[in-house]
Nanobody
Framework: QVHLVESGGGSVQAGGSLRLSCVVKGALSRYYMAWFRQAPGKEREGVAGIYHDGLTPDYADSVEGRFTISRDTSKNTTYLQMNSLEPEDSAMYYC???????????????????WGQGTQVTVSS
């Protein structure tokens, strides 16, 4: 079985930083990893995605330049460094895994097979 476990969420003031972690437990290799978020009353949206080789990550326009996605394959862990946080970033954050072949648009949640349970991020003004 495959399990994704997120951690690192919390409450911060605007302008602050958080680093989220997602550990993949189980037999996955060469999979595409992504972070999504969902705020109350809003649809889930893609935040960032990354291939197993860590090259050419993808970002939503709203976080480009503030968030950085990375992964440590030796630890089966994907990270989301979030800087200059804004109240609009408040949401439940989920990591997701898409086993190969990774096709389609990275921010379409329907293509991801595995999901974590989520970690809450709250940014106060």
């Amino acid at each position: 079985q495959v399990h994704l476990v997120e951690s690192g969420g919390g409450s911060v003031q605007a302008g602050g930083s958080l680093r989220l972690s997602c550990v993949v437990k189980g037999a996955l290799s060469r999979y595409y990893m992504a972070w999504f978020r969902q705020a109350p009353g809003k649809e889930r949206e893609g935040v960032a995605g990354i291939y197993h080789d860590g090259l050419t990550p993808d970002y939503a326009d709203s976080v480009e330049g503030r968030f950085t996605i990375s992964r440590d394959t030796s630890k089966n862990t994907t990270y989301l460094q979030m800087n200059s946080l804004e109240p609009e970033d408040s949401a439940m954050y989920y990591c997701a895994a898409d086993p190969p072949p990774h096709v389609g648009t990275w921010d379409q949640d329907v293509q991801y097979e595995y999901w974590g349970q989520g970690t809450q991020v709250t940014v106060s003004s």
